[in-house]
Every structure is written in structure tokens, then in C-alpha cells.
């Protein structure tokens, strides 16, 4: 007898059975420290996506002011009800401008930050994805909790504008000498 349809079986039967979440270990070694986290990913990756990430942020924050400068100045030009001179013309396509680069520097971050967490192909994917409108925020914002509960797992504390400096600093010893 042939199997039903795929729609008339139950989700259960098609999707993997869940894993339980992974937990760094903690143990007390005299070489490492006592209290030390066991990384699950290599330094200089746990670096590049903590670092991507407080990029992705900034990049999320300035699209917010920039919305809300061009909502201002047009409410501000609507109460006015003078017809739009040179000037705001100018203004609004330097907000156009500042929205095109900021776009595509959230592309390449989420590119950057998806290919160390997925891989290339998920990666590109979702870069691709990003040009659809809220999709790309969506994606955005999926991306950035993605890589907090990446740098959570391994010991990375991270804060409202990314991982901390601190614990940056302990990844990368070069980054004691910057600021």
C-alpha cells in the first residue's frame, strides 16, 4: 500500500526529533583558570560574529533615526503647506542615499554573521532575502538573536549594543591595546 499524501501525515513523522540545547562545560583546569568556559566554536569565529553583530545593531539603530528624520521632515514640510523647494528635495535624497548604504551593509553582515553560523549556501540565501521589504527586517532581527544565543552558549555575555568588551578582550588578547 502506498504511504498518504504528504499533507495528511502528521508533523511529527516528518520533522527530526528535537535535540536538547548544548551547554558549555564549566570545569576548574589549572592551565585554563578555574571557572573557564569550554568553547564550542574557535576564537577568531566567536570574534567575527560578535563583531558582526554589533555592527548588524548599529546599522538597525541609524535605519530607525533615519525613518524618523524623514518622517519629521516631511510632517514638518505637510504643517508648513509651502510646496517643496530645492532644499528638501535635497534632504530627502540624502535620506534616500543613507538608506541605500545602510541596506546594503545590513546585507553583507547578515551575510557575514549567517555563513558562521549556517554556512555559504544559508547564507546567500538570506542575503538574497533581504532585498524582499519587511522580510529583510525580519530576517535581520532573526539573525542578530541567532548570534546572541550563539555568543550566549559559548560564555559571551552580550548587552542592548552587542557582546562586551570585556569579554571581547578575553577572545582577542591584540584587543587590550584599542580603546
Sequence with gaps: MSEPPLFERPLDEMLPPPQPPRRPQVFSDPTTG???????????ELLAIAWG???????????????????SVGTLLERTGRPPDRLVFALFLCFGVAGAILSIAAIVFVVLIASKLHGAGTAALLGVCQFLPCVGLIILLVVNAEATNELGRNGIRVGLLGARRSDLRALAPWLRKLR
Excluded at 55 to 64: D, Y
Design 34 to 44: 578555574p571557572g573557564s568556559v569550554v568553547r564550542e566554536r574557535p576564537d577568531a
Design 53 to 71: 553583530q554589533k555592527w548588524l545593531i548599529r546599522i538597525f539603530l541609524l535605519h530607525v533615526l533615519l525613518g524618523v528624520g524623514a518622517i
